[in-house]
Every structure is written in structure tokens, then in C-alpha cells.
């Protein structure tokens, strides 16, 4: 069982640069979430989606672009990244229906120098 | 809105040493609770959950009990080893939106 996958585990990028994130679940869960972690301040949720073609921003969505064309995958796009996105981020999904769980990725370092 | 406040930590004991971490919550209607533990290097896993008011969530030994005339969820094992160094996040999930709201986190260490 893969449940959620993220890529890349580590990245490095210059200020400015863009990438993007890559998360799929194989759960065929409604809700897909990214959530940044930084020392002190827990997690915060940056983007989520409730069905494909369907986004809308969390606590912390500014430098940051999301789109969800299919249910399976959810990437998250730095435009032009800052220090400010060094952080670990973590996808997670879970179903909508009952009292479901997240399911969380293993997580991916970035580093904007 | 919705918010959780965990005991600050770190939290350092002795293996075999007796665990309490504080959880209370603030949130509209009957929200569900979660435990979720992260190991080192790791992303977070579901340690323990209960939906419903006195419900007893339990897992590799640890316990919490939804409790919500104290609005509380407080994570206790009786017995800790040091594999349970890690650290601890509560959490709820509200029945009227989709997202969760984690509390700061209690990172724990177990000395042998």
C-alpha cells in the first residue's frame, strides 16, 4: 500500500527559482491537503482540495499555487521561492466521509538559499 | 475558531517512567480528536482517535479520553520506552469543514 507520495524528499533551490511539489495518494480520497512544518510553529496548512477541480487556500497560501486536475494528485508550485519557504512540507489526504484520518506523506526539505 | 493547546515541552523521562501530555481543545459542535505521533525524519502517523464524547482511544499502549466537560484529550501511557521518543501532535477535525487543527506539538524524549 503506497497511501500518500511526495517527491522530492530534498530539494535546494536559489531565490527566485520555482519548482514544484508532487503528491499522489492511491486512497481515492476526496480531500488532499499540504501543510508546511517550521521549528515553533507546528503545522500550518497552506492549500486543500475537496474533489478535483476544486482548491482554496489555508492559513498560509501566499507563495504558493495548487491545482487538482485529477482525484490522485495534488502538486504544490513555488513560483519564484524566498528564504522565507525554507521549511518541511507534508501532503496528507483523507476521505470526507465519517471521522476520517489524515494520512500524511514522509515529507519534503526544501531549502531556498 | 477552532484551536488545540498542548503542554509545552520538551518533555524528558526515564524509561519506564509514567506519560502525561496535555491536550485541550476549543471548537463548535463535537469535533473529532486525534493523536498523531512523528518519529524522527518521518511524516506524522495516527496514533489514537475517538469521535464522541467519553470515548477511549488506544494504541501500543497509549491512552486518551474525550472528555468534554473538561474539553480535553490528554495522551497518557504507563510505561514509556525509549522508542517513544518523538513528537506528539493533537489534533481535532470539526463536522461542519473539512480541515484539521493540530496543536504545537510536545516533543518527547525517553532516556534509558
Known amino acids: 500500500n503506497a497511501g500518500v507520495t511526495q517527491t522530492p524528499k530534498f530539494q535546494v533551490l536559489k531565490t527566485g527559482q520555482s519548482m514544484t511539489l508532487q503528491c499522489a495518494q492511491d486512497?481515492?480520497?476526496?480531500?488532499m491537503s499540504w501543510y508546511r512544518q517550521d521549528p515553533g510553529m507546528g503545522l500550518r496548512l497552506i492549500h486543500y482540495?475537496?474533489?478535483?477541480?476544486?482548491?482554496d487556500q489555508g492559513e498560509v497560501p501566499n507563495g504558493y499555487n495548487v491545482s487538482r486536475s485529477t482525484t490522485e494528485d495534488f502538486p504544490l508550485r513555488l513560483l519564484s521561492a524566498a528564504p522565507s519557504q525554507t521549511s518541511v512540507y507534508f501532503c496528507?489526504?483523507?476521505?470526507?466521509?465519517?471521522?476520517?484520518?489524515?494520512?500524511f506523506g514522509e515529507g519534503s526539505r526544501l531549502t531556498v538559499l | 475558531g477552532n484551536s488545540v493547546t498542548q503542554m509545552e515541552g520538551p518533555v524528558t523521562l526515564s524509561e519506564e517512567a509514567f506519560l502525561t501530555i496535555n491536550c485541550t481543545y476549543t471548537?463548535?459542535?463535537?469535533?473529532?480528536l486525534f493523536w498523531y505521533v512523528q518519529y524522527p525524519g518521518e511524516g506524522l502517523q495516527l496514533l489514537l482517535k475517538?469521535?464522541?464524547?467519553?470515548d477511549k482511544g488506544s494504541n501500543k499502549g497509549f491512552e486518551a479520553t474525550y472528555r468534554k466537560e473538561t474539553t480535553s484529550f490528554h495522551l497518557e501511557k504507563g510505561s514509556v520506552q525509549v522508542s517513544d521518543s518523538a513528537v506528539y501532535f493533537c489534533?481535532?477535525?470539526?463536522?461542519?469543514?473539512?480541515?484539521?487543527?493540530f496543536g504545537p506539538g510536545t516533543r518527547l524524549s525517553v532516556l534509558p
Open positions: 489534533a481535532l477535525s470539526d463536522n461542519y469543514g473539512q480541515n484539521f487543527v
Open positions: 471548537a463548535t459542535g463535537y469535533p473529532s
Open positions: 486512497m481515492n480520497h476526496e480531500y
Open positions: 482540495s475537496v474533489g478535483a477541480g476544486i482548491t
Open positions: 496528507a489526504s483523507r476521505d470526507l466521509q465519517g471521522a476520517g484520518e489524515l494520512f
Open positions: 475517538a469521535t464522541k464524547a467519553d
